[in-house]
């Protein structure tokens, strides 16, 4: 459906340049929002990053746009879900002492 832009008034033009921007925004977040649907709370992922490489971690928390991911070294990323892979089923280890508990919540009420 071609649009004729150039019988638009400026006014005109911005309010669709406005409306095309907010169109984008939320076309990309059901995108990332539908890719969060193939993770899960506790599963092993991995990604890529210029300054460490190959990184695997477990995945803590889904955010608006992205998943929080905890990693082996006890570091803390926030991805966008594209972004990340299946890690296998490799064990999980922890570099440091520390011992990490992960308590899932019924919020549904249907124990």
Same mark, same amino acid.
């Given at each position: 459906?071609?649009?004729?832009?150039?019988?638009?008034?400026?006014?005109?033009?911005?309010?669709?340049?406005?409306?095309?921007?907010?169109? %984008?925004? /939320?076309?990309?977040? *059901?995108?990332?929002?539908?890719?969060?649907?193939? /993770?899960?709370?506790?599963?092993?992922?991995? /990604?890529?990053?210029? &300054?460490?490489?190959?990184?695997? =971690? *477990?995945?803590?928390?889904?955010?608006?746009?992205?998943?929080?991911? %905890?990693?082996?070294?006890?570091?803390? $990323?926030?991805?966008?879900?594209?972004?990340?892979?299946?890690?296998?089923?490799?064990?999980?280890? /922890? &570099? &440091?002492?520390?011992? $990490?508990? *992960?308590?899932?919540?019924?919020?549904? =009420?249907?124990?």
């Amino acid at each position: 459906m071609p649009i004729n832009i150039d019988q638009l008034t400026e006014v005109e033009l911005i309010d669709l340049n406005h409306r095309i921007v907010a169109r %984008l925004r /939320f076309l990309q977040q *059901m995108r990332a929002h539908v890719t969060k649907l193939d /993770f899960r709370l506790g599963e092993r992922e991995r /990604f890529h990053s210029e &300054s460490h490489g190959a990184v695997t =971690g *477990m995945i803590t928390r889904y955010n608006k746009k992205t998943v929080s991911i %905890l990693t082996d070294d006890g570091q803390r $990323w926030n991805l966008s879900p594209q972004l990340l892979e299946r890690a296998g089923s490799e064990t999980h280890t /922890f &570099s &440091s002492t520390r011992t $990490w508990t *992960m308590v899932v919540l019924d919020i549904a =009420g249907t124990s």
